[in-house]
Protein backbone atom coordinates (compact mmCIF):
# COMPACT_ATOMS: atom_id res chain seq x y z
CA UNK A 1 0.00 0.00 0.00
CA UNK A 2 1.61 3.36 -1.24
CA UNK A 3 2.34 5.67 2.12
CA UNK A 4 0.38 8.80 1.92
CA UNK A 5 2.80 12.21 2.48
CA UNK A 6 1.36 15.70 3.31
CA UNK A 7 -1.36 16.87 1.67
CA UNK A 8 0.13 20.54 0.54
CA UNK A 9 -2.16 21.34 -3.13
CA UNK A 10 -4.70 23.33 -0.65
CA UNK A 11 -5.21 25.33 2.39
CA UNK A 12 -6.74 23.55 5.59
CA UNK A 13 -7.21 26.72 7.24
CA UNK A 14 -10.09 27.52 5.23
CA UNK A 15 -11.98 24.16 6.28
CA UNK A 16 -14.60 25.64 8.58
CA UNK A 17 -18.42 25.01 9.20
CA UNK A 18 -20.77 27.29 6.75
CA UNK A 19 -22.04 30.23 9.01
CA UNK A 20 -26.30 30.08 8.95
CA UNK A 21 -26.69 33.25 10.93
CA UNK A 22 -24.65 36.51 11.92
CA UNK A 23 -24.20 37.62 14.99
CA UNK A 24 -20.88 38.22 17.48
CA UNK A 25 -22.20 35.68 19.99
CA UNK A 26 -22.73 33.12 16.65
CA UNK A 27 -19.46 34.12 15.36
CA UNK A 28 -17.56 33.26 18.53
CA UNK A 29 -19.34 29.86 18.81
CA UNK A 30 -18.44 28.74 15.51
CA UNK A 31 -14.72 30.09 15.72
CA UNK A 32 -14.19 27.34 18.82
CA UNK A 33 -16.39 24.54 17.34
CA UNK A 34 -14.25 25.20 14.04
CA UNK A 35 -10.75 25.18 16.17
CA UNK A 36 -11.84 21.99 18.21
CA UNK A 37 -13.13 19.74 14.78
CA UNK A 38 -9.92 21.15 13.11
CA UNK A 39 -7.76 19.69 15.52
CA UNK A 40 -9.51 16.39 16.35
CA UNK A 41 -7.36 13.37 14.99
CA UNK A 42 -10.30 11.63 14.08
CA UNK A 43 -12.16 12.47 10.33
CA UNK A 44 -15.38 14.23 10.36
CA UNK A 45 -17.65 14.80 7.72
CA UNK A 46 -20.93 16.56 7.78
CA UNK A 47 -23.66 14.94 5.28
CA UNK A 48 -27.02 16.49 3.83
CA UNK A 49 -30.06 15.00 3.35
CA UNK A 50 -28.57 13.77 -0.77
CA UNK A 51 -25.22 12.51 1.21
CA UNK A 52 -23.38 15.07 -0.45
CA UNK A 53 -20.96 16.50 1.83
CA UNK A 54 -21.08 20.22 3.51
CA UNK A 55 -18.18 20.33 5.41
CA UNK A 56 -15.34 17.78 6.56
CA UNK A 57 -12.24 18.87 9.32
CA UNK A 58 -8.88 18.74 8.35
CA UNK A 59 -8.50 15.16 9.57
CA UNK A 60 -10.62 14.14 7.08
CA UNK A 61 -9.14 16.46 3.89
CA UNK A 62 -5.60 14.61 5.11
CA UNK A 63 -7.29 11.09 5.80
CA UNK A 64 -8.97 11.30 1.75
CA UNK A 65 -6.25 13.02 0.28
CA UNK A 66 -9.48 15.62 -1.07
CA UNK A 67 -10.08 19.03 0.05
CA UNK A 68 -13.42 20.46 0.74
CA UNK A 69 -13.25 22.68 -1.42
CA UNK A 70 -12.82 19.86 -4.05
CA UNK A 71 -15.68 17.62 -2.43
CA UNK A 72 -17.98 20.74 -2.99
CA UNK A 73 -17.12 21.08 -6.78
CA UNK A 74 -17.81 17.56 -7.67
CA UNK A 75 -21.56 18.38 -6.26
CA UNK A 76 -21.98 14.32 -5.82
CA UNK A 77 -22.39 12.16 -2.76
CA UNK A 78 -19.33 11.81 -0.56
CA UNK A 79 -19.61 7.90 -1.54
CA UNK A 80 -19.00 8.98 -5.23
CA UNK A 81 -15.72 10.43 -4.43
CA UNK A 82 -14.32 8.01 -1.57
CA UNK A 83 -16.32 4.89 -1.50
CA UNK A 84 -17.20 3.83 -5.25
CA UNK A 85 -15.32 0.97 -5.46
CA UNK A 86 -14.58 -1.97 -4.11
CA UNK A 87 -10.93 -3.33 -3.73
CA UNK A 88 -11.41 -6.12 -6.10
CA UNK A 89 -12.24 -3.44 -8.99
CA UNK A 90 -16.16 -3.88 -9.36
CA UNK A 91 -18.13 -1.14 -8.78
CA UNK A 92 -19.39 0.04 -5.33
CA UNK A 93 -23.14 1.27 -5.51
CA UNK A 94 -24.36 3.38 -3.01
CA UNK A 95 -27.24 1.97 -2.09
CA UNK A 96 -25.28 -1.25 -0.65
CA UNK A 97 -23.38 1.11 1.23
CA UNK A 98 -23.60 0.74 5.22
CA UNK A 99 -22.18 4.35 5.95
CA UNK A 100 -25.23 5.37 3.71
CA UNK A 101 -27.99 3.45 5.74
CA UNK A 102 -27.69 5.68 9.13
CA UNK A 103 -29.99 8.25 6.70
CA UNK A 104 -32.48 6.07 5.14
CA UNK A 105 -32.83 4.02 8.45
CA UNK A 106 -32.53 6.38 11.21
CA UNK A 107 -30.33 4.81 13.00
CA UNK A 108 -26.82 4.81 14.17
CA UNK A 109 -23.88 2.73 12.12
CA UNK A 110 -20.68 1.02 12.92
CA UNK A 111 -18.27 -0.89 11.06
CA UNK A 112 -15.81 -1.59 8.74
CA UNK A 113 -15.07 -0.16 4.97
CA UNK A 114 -12.33 0.74 2.60
CA UNK A 115 -11.53 3.79 1.11
CA UNK A 116 -10.10 5.08 -2.25
CA UNK A 117 -7.51 7.59 -2.01
CA UNK A 118 -7.42 10.24 -4.04
CA UNK A 119 -4.66 8.84 -5.67
CA UNK A 120 -6.09 5.69 -6.08
CA UNK A 121 -4.83 3.34 -3.34
CA UNK A 122 -6.95 1.62 -1.32
CA UNK A 123 -7.09 1.71 2.84
CA UNK A 124 -9.11 0.31 5.86
CA UNK A 125 -11.18 2.89 7.78
CA UNK A 126 -13.31 1.83 11.06
CA UNK A 127 -16.50 4.61 10.84
CA UNK A 128 -19.35 5.90 12.84
CA UNK A 129 -22.49 7.07 11.00
CA UNK A 130 -25.55 8.69 12.79
CA UNK A 131 -28.44 10.65 11.34
CA UNK A 132 -29.05 14.81 12.21
CA UNK A 133 -32.26 15.53 13.37
CA UNK A 134 -33.57 19.05 13.18
CA UNK A 135 -35.74 20.49 15.84
CA UNK A 136 -38.89 19.08 14.50
CA UNK A 137 -37.23 15.30 14.84
CA UNK A 138 -37.08 15.14 11.20
CA UNK A 139 -33.76 13.66 9.62
CA UNK A 140 -31.90 16.18 7.51
CA UNK A 141 -28.40 14.85 7.42
CA UNK A 142 -26.02 12.34 8.29
CA UNK A 143 -22.29 13.14 10.77
CA UNK A 144 -19.74 10.24 9.95
CA UNK A 145 -16.64 9.60 12.04
CA UNK A 146 -14.07 7.44 10.11
CA UNK A 147 -10.47 6.76 11.17
CA UNK A 148 -7.89 4.97 9.30
CA UNK A 149 -6.99 1.67 10.61
CA UNK A 150 -4.27 0.34 8.67
CA UNK A 151 -2.18 0.14 11.57
CA UNK A 152 -4.80 -1.84 13.46
CA UNK A 153 -5.32 -4.14 10.04
CA UNK A 154 -1.24 -4.71 10.09
CA UNK A 155 -0.34 -5.89 13.74
CA UNK A 156 -3.34 -8.07 14.15
CA UNK A 157 -2.10 -9.44 10.91
CA UNK A 158 1.13 -9.55 12.14
CA UNK A 159 0.18 -10.99 15.54
CA UNK A 160 -2.42 -13.55 14.40
CA UNK A 161 1.17 -14.92 12.29
CA UNK A 162 3.08 -14.90 15.28
CA UNK A 163 0.12 -16.81 17.17
CA UNK A 164 0.08 -19.31 14.20
CA UNK A 165 3.93 -20.03 14.06
CA UNK A 166 3.97 -20.46 17.84
CA UNK A 167 1.32 -22.92 17.65
CA UNK A 168 2.75 -25.02 14.95
CA UNK A 169 6.45 -24.89 17.05
CA UNK A 170 4.38 -26.52 20.28
CA UNK A 171 2.71 -28.91 18.05
CA UNK A 172 6.17 -29.68 15.87
CA UNK A 173 7.28 -30.13 20.09
CA UNK A 174 4.69 -32.22 21.43
CA UNK A 175 5.42 -34.80 17.99
CA UNK A 176 9.03 -34.59 19.05
CA UNK A 177 7.92 -35.40 22.25
CA UNK A 178 5.82 -38.45 21.58
CA UNK A 179 8.35 -40.01 19.08
CA UNK A 180 11.29 -39.12 22.07
CA UNK A 181 8.23 -41.12 24.37
CA UNK A 182 7.79 -44.07 21.50
CA UNK A 183 11.61 -44.81 21.40
CA UNK A 184 12.29 -44.51 25.43
CA UNK A 185 9.02 -47.09 25.87
CA UNK A 186 10.34 -49.47 23.16
CA UNK A 187 10.55 -52.87 24.63
CA UNK A 188 10.01 -51.33 28.45
CA UNK A 189 6.07 -50.87 28.45
CA UNK A 190 2.64 -52.82 27.37
CA UNK A 191 0.63 -50.96 24.44
CA UNK A 192 -1.65 -49.33 26.91
CA UNK A 193 0.42 -47.38 28.93
CA UNK A 194 1.38 -46.03 25.48
CA UNK A 195 -1.66 -45.10 23.75
CA UNK A 196 -2.51 -43.30 27.37
CA UNK A 197 0.05 -41.20 26.70
CA UNK A 198 -0.52 -40.75 23.24
CA UNK A 199 -3.53 -39.58 24.32
CA UNK A 200 -2.93 -36.85 26.92
CA UNK A 201 -0.66 -35.41 24.22
CA UNK A 202 -3.26 -35.14 21.33
CA UNK A 203 -5.89 -33.15 24.49
CA UNK A 204 -3.03 -30.67 24.74
CA UNK A 205 -2.56 -30.23 21.00
CA UNK A 206 -6.25 -29.87 20.55
CA UNK A 207 -6.64 -27.15 23.51
CA UNK A 208 -4.09 -25.40 21.34
CA UNK A 209 -5.67 -25.37 18.75
CA UNK A 210 -8.87 -23.80 20.65
CA UNK A 211 -6.52 -20.88 21.92
CA UNK A 212 -4.63 -20.12 18.79
CA UNK A 213 -8.23 -19.86 17.19
CA UNK A 214 -8.58 -17.21 19.36
CA UNK A 215 -5.18 -15.62 19.50
CA UNK A 216 -4.38 -16.96 22.94
CA UNK A 217 -6.28 -14.36 24.80
CA UNK A 218 -8.96 -16.41 26.06
CA UNK A 219 -10.77 -19.75 25.37
CA UNK A 220 -14.65 -20.31 24.71
CA UNK A 221 -15.90 -22.88 27.34
CA UNK A 222 -18.08 -24.95 26.02
CA UNK A 223 -15.43 -25.06 23.03
CA UNK A 224 -13.04 -26.17 25.64
CA UNK A 225 -15.55 -28.77 27.04
CA UNK A 226 -16.63 -30.04 23.90
CA UNK A 227 -12.80 -30.18 22.22
CA UNK A 228 -11.76 -32.76 25.27
CA UNK A 229 -14.56 -35.15 25.01
CA UNK A 230 -14.80 -34.98 21.19
CA UNK A 231 -12.39 -37.87 20.44
CA UNK A 232 -14.77 -40.15 22.27
CA UNK A 233 -17.82 -38.12 21.39
CA UNK A 234 -17.45 -38.81 17.71
CA UNK A 235 -17.26 -41.96 17.50
CA UNK A 236 -20.51 -42.57 19.36
CA UNK A 237 -23.91 -43.25 17.26
CA UNK A 238 -25.88 -42.42 20.03
CA UNK A 239 -25.16 -38.18 20.58
CA UNK A 240 -27.58 -38.42 23.98
CA UNK A 241 -24.45 -40.37 25.57
CA UNK A 242 -23.21 -36.39 26.09
CA UNK A 243 -25.15 -33.76 28.13
CA UNK A 244 -23.75 -30.69 28.61
CA UNK A 245 -25.37 -27.53 29.97
CA UNK A 246 -23.98 -24.33 31.14
CA UNK A 247 -23.73 -21.14 29.89
CA UNK A 248 -20.83 -19.82 28.19
CA UNK A 249 -17.72 -17.34 28.80
CA UNK A 250 -13.86 -16.78 28.52
CA UNK A 251 -11.51 -18.70 30.15
CA UNK A 252 -7.72 -17.73 30.72
CA UNK A 253 -5.60 -19.79 29.02
CA UNK A 254 -4.00 -21.39 31.82
CA UNK A 255 -7.94 -22.30 32.97
CA UNK A 256 -8.50 -23.68 29.44
CA UNK A 257 -5.40 -25.56 29.30
CA UNK A 258 -5.64 -27.59 32.75
CA UNK A 259 -9.52 -27.89 32.60
CA UNK A 260 -9.20 -29.60 29.18
CA UNK A 261 -6.52 -31.79 30.61
CA UNK A 262 -8.93 -32.82 33.57
CA UNK A 263 -11.82 -33.59 31.50
CA UNK A 264 -9.72 -35.80 29.11
CA UNK A 265 -8.89 -37.50 32.26
CA UNK A 266 -12.56 -38.07 33.34
CA UNK A 267 -13.55 -39.07 30.08
CA UNK A 268 -10.56 -41.37 29.46
CA UNK A 269 -11.57 -43.09 32.90
CA UNK A 270 -15.32 -43.09 31.84
CA UNK A 271 -14.07 -45.19 28.59
CA UNK A 272 -12.60 -47.48 30.45
CA UNK A 273 -13.78 -48.36 33.22
CA UNK A 274 -17.03 -46.07 34.10
CA UNK A 275 -20.54 -45.06 32.18
CA UNK A 276 -18.86 -45.05 28.63
CA UNK A 277 -17.51 -48.50 29.23
CA UNK A 278 -21.13 -49.61 28.34
CA UNK A 279 -23.66 -48.91 25.76
CA UNK A 280 -26.52 -47.63 28.32
CA UNK A 281 -24.02 -45.18 30.27
CA UNK A 282 -24.18 -41.60 30.12
CA UNK A 283 -22.40 -38.62 31.09
CA UNK A 284 -23.35 -34.81 32.12
CA UNK A 285 -21.43 -31.94 32.24
CA UNK A 286 -23.54 -28.95 34.08
CA UNK A 287 -21.53 -25.77 35.07
CA UNK A 288 -22.94 -22.80 36.38
CA UNK A 289 -21.14 -19.03 36.67
CA UNK A 290 -21.75 -17.96 40.26
CA UNK A 291 -20.76 -13.69 40.85
CA UNK A 292 -18.00 -13.69 43.81
CA UNK A 293 -17.49 -9.93 44.35
CA UNK A 294 -16.13 -8.40 41.23
CA UNK A 295 -15.47 -11.47 39.49
CA UNK A 296 -17.10 -14.62 39.15
CA UNK A 297 -16.65 -18.99 39.55
CA UNK A 298 -16.89 -21.72 37.85
CA UNK A 299 -18.93 -24.36 39.54
CA UNK A 300 -18.91 -27.70 37.35
CA UNK A 301 -19.77 -31.09 38.01
CA UNK A 302 -18.93 -34.51 36.32
CA UNK A 303 -21.65 -36.82 37.01
CA UNK A 304 -21.84 -40.57 35.53
CA UNK A 305 -24.76 -43.17 35.62
CA UNK A 306 -25.81 -46.20 33.63
CA UNK A 307 -22.28 -47.55 33.82
CA UNK A 308 -20.82 -50.49 36.07
CA UNK A 309 -21.11 -50.06 39.77
CA UNK A 310 -18.43 -48.21 41.24
CA UNK A 311 -16.07 -48.69 44.04
CA UNK A 312 -13.59 -46.70 45.44
CA UNK A 313 -10.16 -47.30 43.92
CA UNK A 314 -6.97 -48.01 46.63
CA UNK A 315 -4.72 -46.24 45.19
CA UNK A 316 -4.96 -42.64 42.74
CA UNK A 317 -3.93 -42.40 39.09
CA UNK A 318 -2.12 -39.55 37.29
CA UNK A 319 -5.65 -38.23 36.46
CA UNK A 320 -7.24 -38.59 39.38
CA UNK A 321 -4.00 -36.32 41.21
CA UNK A 322 -4.25 -34.12 38.29
CA UNK A 323 -7.39 -33.14 38.74
CA UNK A 324 -7.67 -33.33 42.90
CA UNK A 325 -4.04 -31.23 42.62
CA UNK A 326 -3.61 -28.98 39.78
CA UNK A 327 -6.60 -27.36 40.05
CA UNK A 328 -6.83 -26.36 43.22
CA UNK A 329 -2.74 -25.58 43.71
CA UNK A 330 -3.12 -23.56 40.04
CA UNK A 331 -6.44 -21.54 40.73
CA UNK A 332 -7.12 -21.81 44.63
CA UNK A 333 -10.32 -23.79 43.17
CA UNK A 334 -11.20 -27.00 44.84
CA UNK A 335 -11.79 -30.36 43.10
CA UNK A 336 -13.33 -33.57 44.66
CA UNK A 337 -14.12 -36.88 42.95
CA UNK A 338 -16.42 -39.07 45.05
CA UNK A 339 -17.21 -42.65 43.88
CA UNK A 340 -21.43 -43.47 44.48
CA UNK A 341 -21.76 -47.03 43.22
CA UNK A 342 -23.85 -45.29 40.89
CA UNK A 343 -21.64 -43.57 38.51
CA UNK A 344 -18.26 -41.19 39.39
CA UNK A 345 -19.23 -37.61 40.18
CA UNK A 346 -16.13 -34.90 40.02
CA UNK A 347 -17.03 -31.44 41.62
CA UNK A 348 -14.85 -28.47 40.57
CA UNK A 349 -14.54 -25.00 41.52
CA UNK A 350 -12.62 -22.91 40.20
CA UNK A 351 -12.59 -18.88 41.16
CA UNK A 352 -12.66 -16.77 37.91
CA UNK A 353 -11.68 -13.43 39.61
CA UNK A 354 -8.45 -12.78 39.26
CA UNK A 355 -7.99 -14.41 35.95
CA UNK A 356 -8.82 -11.68 33.05
CA UNK A 357 -7.49 -11.30 29.17
CA UNK A 358 -3.92 -12.89 28.16
CA UNK A 359 -1.16 -10.26 29.68
CA UNK A 360 -3.82 -8.71 32.55
CA UNK A 361 -1.06 -9.45 34.80
CA UNK A 362 1.63 -7.69 33.32
CA UNK A 363 -0.22 -4.41 32.44
CA UNK A 364 -1.56 -4.10 36.33
CA UNK A 365 1.85 -4.79 37.65
CA UNK A 366 1.00 -7.97 38.91
CA UNK A 367 3.50 -11.23 39.35
CA UNK A 368 2.91 -14.70 36.96
CA UNK A 369 0.69 -16.63 38.42
Request: some cysteine; proline content about 5%.
Amino acid sequence: MPSRGPIASYDTTTTTLPTLRRGSQLHETERRLNAVLNNASVAIFLMDDRQHCVYMNRAAELLTGFSLTEVLARDCPLHDIVHHTYPDGRPFPLHECAIDRAFPENNQERGEEVFVHKDGHFYPVGFTASPIRDDGAKIIGTIIEVRDITEEKAAAERQRLLTNELNHRVKNTLATVQSIAAQTFRGRTDQAARAMFDARTVALSNTHNVLTAENWESAGLRSVVESALAPHALAEIDTARFDLVGPDTRLHPKVAVTLALALHELMTNAAKYGALSVPEGRVAVHWTLTRIGAGEQLDMTWTETGGPAVTEPTRKGFGSRLIERQLPMEFDGTAVIAYPPTGVVCTLKIPLTTLGWHGRDVVLGRDAR
